[in-house]
Structures are given as structure tokens and as C-alpha cells.
T-cell receptor
Framework: EAGVTQFPSHSVIEKGQTVTLRCDPISGHDNLYWYRRVMGKEIKFLLH????????ESGMPNNRFLAERTGGTYSTLKVQPAELEDSGVYFC?????????????FGPGTRLTVL | AQTVTQSQPEMSVQEAETVTLSCTYDTSESDYYLFWYKQPPSRQMILVIRQEAYKQQNATENRFSVNFQKAAKSFSLKISDSQLGDAAMYFC???????????FGTGTRLQVFP
């Protein structure tokens, strides 16, 4: 089966611009997660979708970040307007079930650079 | 709040040797899960091994095993018979029993020399 895919793989934008990241989870996975790794630091949780509903968005840094998952399939994460501190690698993950030891499968990440 | 600490930013090992990566965590919970993820260069992160806190037996997956010390809140990863393909960034992660979000450490970059 196809893994989690993310687009684009890299994005370079200027401060104040808008960027939209996309994640396609593994088919049939109801759970979708966004994480972010700022250079040299730990990977931090942003939010969790169950189908199209936001189950947990406690990690979203501020209201410049908007995540959607229309129809419960792919998800987008929009940053508007982007700031320098938003630079990092954005990971998406998906899992079939919630809870337990169900594995979260990660995508390759989108490297975002804000100049 | 739970935290995960990986105190070794970089480690190296010679092919066929054994290496241990350290991970400690802080939590007041009694039920939780621990994971080691591996991210090879320019590739996606994959799960290496996981441990349920209620299980006393250490998890093992082929050449990968953990030393889980619940009282000490330590969860180290041992890689036996290291191979060139083991070179990667290794992340230790914690998950509470009743949530889905993973809490990661800062990672350990493992180099494997022939």
C-alpha cells in the first residue's frame, strides 16, 4: 500500500507570504496528525484529526496556522502570514485506529524555509 | 507535562558492533507507551520498536532491543550487529495511555562506519 505522502517536499517563501502544505494519509486511516520539527529541536505535535474532525489541536502555535481535512481524506496546513520562526520540517502521520499501540506512519516531511 | 530527553546528539559505531542509544523521560503517569523511531537520511521516519509500560518484559525486534527501566524512567535502544543501513536519526517518543499525540526527544544521529 502507498505510504503517507506530503507535498511539497521543500518550500521557500518570504516572511509575510502564505504557504499551504498537503498531506495524503494511507488509505483507510481515519487518524491524521501534524507535527513540526524546528531545526535541532524536538519534533512537536501540532494537531490530530479523526476523519474530518479536530480531535486535539493543543499544539497549534497560534492563529496563523489553519489545518483542514475536508471529507476526511487529505489534509492541508496553511500558514498565513508566515514568520521566520515557522521554518522547520512539517511531518504528517496517519494511523488506522486511535489509542492503543496502533502505529503512526509518518510521511517524508515538508521542509519550510521562511526568509 | 511529560518530557523526553535524549542526551546523545550523535553516536557512532563500527559495523557489526553493538551500540546503545539513551532515552529518559519524565511523567507522573503509570500507563503509557514508549517508541523508538528511525529516520534515515532523506527518507521518512519509521517505527523501530515499541514498549507498553505495563509490560515488564523488554521489547525485541530482530537486532533491536530495549532496556526499559520504569522506576528510573529510562528507555534505551540497543542495536546489535550494526549495519550500514542503521545509520539514521533515532527519535525516542512517549505517548500517554489516553491520548494519541507523541512526545519526542531531540534525536540521536547514529553513524555506522565500515
Amino acid at each position: 500500500e502507498a505510504g503517507v505522502t506530503q507535498f511539497p517536499s521543500h518550500s521557500v517563501i518570504e516572511k509575510g507570504q502564505t504557504v499551504t502544505l498537503r498531506c495524503d494519509p494511507i488509505s483507510g486511516h481515519d487518524n491524521l496528525y501534524w507535527y513540526r520539527r524546528v531545526m535541532g529541536k524536538e519534533i512537536k505535535f501540532l494537531l490530530h484529526f479523526v476523519k474530518e474532525s479536530k480531535q486535539d489541536e493543543s499544539g497549534m502555535p497560534n492563529n496563523r496556522f489553519l489545518a483542514e481535512r475536508t471529507g476526511g481524506t487529505y489534509s492541508t496546513l496553511k500558514v498565513q502570514p508566515a514568520e521566520l520562526e515557522d521554518s522547520g520540517v512539517y511531518f504528517c502521520a496517519s494511523s488506522r485506529l486511535a489509542g492503543g499501540t496502533d502505529t503512526q506512519y509518518f510521511g517524508p516531511g515538508t521542509r519550510l524555509t521562511v526568509l | 507535562a511529560q518530557t523526553v530527553t535524549q542526551s546523545q546528539p550523535e553516536m557512532s559505531v563500527q559495523e557489526a558492533e553493538t551500540v546503545t542509544l539513551s532515552c529518559t523521560y519524565d511523567t507522573s503517569e503509570s500507563d503509557y507507551y514508549l517508541f523508538w523511531y528511525k529516520q534515515p537520511p532523506s527518507r521518512q521516519m519509521i517505527l523501530v520498536i515499541r514498549q507498553e509500560a505495563y509490560k515488564q518484559q523488554n521489547a525485541t525486534e530482530n537486532r533491536f532491543s530495549v532496556n526499559f527501566q520504569k522506576a528510573a524512567k529510562s528507555f534505551s535502544l540497543k542495536i546489535s550487529d550494526s549495519q550500514l543501513g542503521d545509520a539514521a536519526m533515532y527519535f525516542c517518543a512517549y505517548r500517554s495511555y489516553n491520548t494519541d499525540k507523541l512526545i519526542f526527544g531531540t534525536g540521536t544521529r547514529l553513524q555506522v562506519f565500515p
